[in-house]
């Protein structure tokens, strides 16, 4: 039987390392001379394993909210209101949280895969010899670049969700083009466009920060790096969800919301 101080301990411990990681890389983030080339090849990675899988993802998702929100805004008898449904929908919370759980579950596995490679293989330790910080050298860029990647491919998403439910509502559910672009403004603000992004780019940290941390405390040979991977994927999902209801919630309280 596990003693009680040593599941505090292990709840403690492990939140509290990666918080000094985060802060540490943070600490770093400006530090002089950036590392661009690594940063753009990273980007240029990012974006070429998600823009695809985003793609392709936001259109049902982009249907299925079309869905349900046409059936059941029709009951009380405001079909008029599927377009700027569908747009608050996406925008809000689709277009976020589908970039994010691409880039944390195709980028955020292969940085922390990559990383961990390097851990057991000692390259890391090799670079703290040579008197060069890992933080800065192979942390920040790709922290960064899944930031930078992710805020493009949200506006990408959203656009690609719009679309397929405008699809989905004229050609399936019989609706309006007209009264379906003509509702774009009713419920959808401005204030939404930004709330989203800056939704995105704290997922993308949040993703890069994760991959990372687990990529250099992998340990235990490959087997050891696949446990990482693991747990990279699941751990990003939960922080992903934790810090959309908080923003979300925050947002609410901030910004009035426009009526009917």
């Given at each position: 039987?596990?003693?009680?101080?040593?599941?505090?301990?292990?709840?403690?411990?492990?939140?509290?390392?990666?918080?000094?990681?985060?802060?540490?890389?943070?600490?770093?983030?400006?530090?002089?001379?950036?590392?661009?080339?690594?940063?753009?090849?990273?980007?240029?990675?990012?974006?070429?394993?998600?823009?695809?899988?985003?793609?392709?993802?936001?259109?049902?998702?982009?249907?299925?909210?079309?869905?349900?929100?046409?059936?059941?805004?029709?009951?009380?008898?405001?079909?008029?209101?599927?377009?700027?449904?569908?747009?608050?929908?996406?925008?809000?919370?689709?277009?976020?949280?589908?970039?994010?759980?691409?880039?944390?579950?195709?980028?955020?596995?292969?940085?922390?895969?990559?990383?961990?490679?390097?851990?057991?293989?000692?390259?890391?330790?090799?670079?703290?010899?040579?008197?060069?910080?890992?933080?800065?050298?192979?942390?920040?860029?790709r922290v960064l670049a899944t930031a930078f990647v992710a805020v493009f491919l949200n506006g990408t998403v959203s656009v690609v969700g719009i679309l397929g439910s405008y699809v989905f509502n004229v050609l399936v559910q019989d609706g309006s083009p007209g009264a379906y672009l003509a509702s774009f403004g009713s419920l959808a603000?401005?204030?939404?466009?930004?709330?989203?992004?800056?939704?995105?780019?704290?997922?993308?940290?949040?993703?890069?920060?994760?991959?990372?941390?687990?990529?250099?405390?992998?340990?235990?040979?490959?087997?050891?790096?696949?446990?990482?991977?693991?747990?990279?994927?699941?751990?990003?999902?939960?922080?992903?969800?934790?810090?959309?209801?908080?923003?979300?919630?925050?947002?609410?309280?901030?910004?009035?919301?426009?009526?009917?």
């Open positions: 039987m596990v003693a009680p101080s040593a599941v505090v301990h292990g709840l403690l411990v492990g939140p509290g390392r990666f918080f000094a990681f985060a802060g540490a890389t943070l600490r770093v983030m400006f530090r002089r001379p950036f590392q661009w080339r690594e940063f753009l090849q990273q980007a240029w990675f990012v974006a070429g394993v998600s823009v695809l899988p985003t793609a392709l993802v936001s259109i049902p998702i982009g249907a299925i909210l079309t869905l349900q929100v046409g059936n059941l805004i029709r009951q009380f008898g405001a079909q008029s209101y599927t377009g700027t449904t569908a747009v608050v929908a996406n925008v809000r919370e689709g277009g976020p949280m589908i970039t994010a759980l691409v880039v944390a579950g195709a980028a955020g596995s292969a940085i922390c895969a990559d990383l961990g490679a390097r851990t057991i293989r000692e390259e890391i330790d090799a670079l703290e010899v040579l008197g060069i910080d890992p933080l800065h050298r192979l942390v920040v860029p603000q401005l204030a939404d466009l930004y709330q989203a992004l800056v939704k995105a780019l704290v997922f993308g940290l949040t993703a890069g920060l994760v991959a990372s941390y687990k990529g250099l405390t992998a340990g235990g040979g490959p087997k050891g790096v696949g446990d990482a991977v693991n747990q990279t994927v699941v751990l990003t999902f939960v922080l992903l969800f934790v810090e959309n209801f908080v923003m979300s919630a925050l947002y609410f309280q901030i910004v009035p919301q426009k009526g009917m």
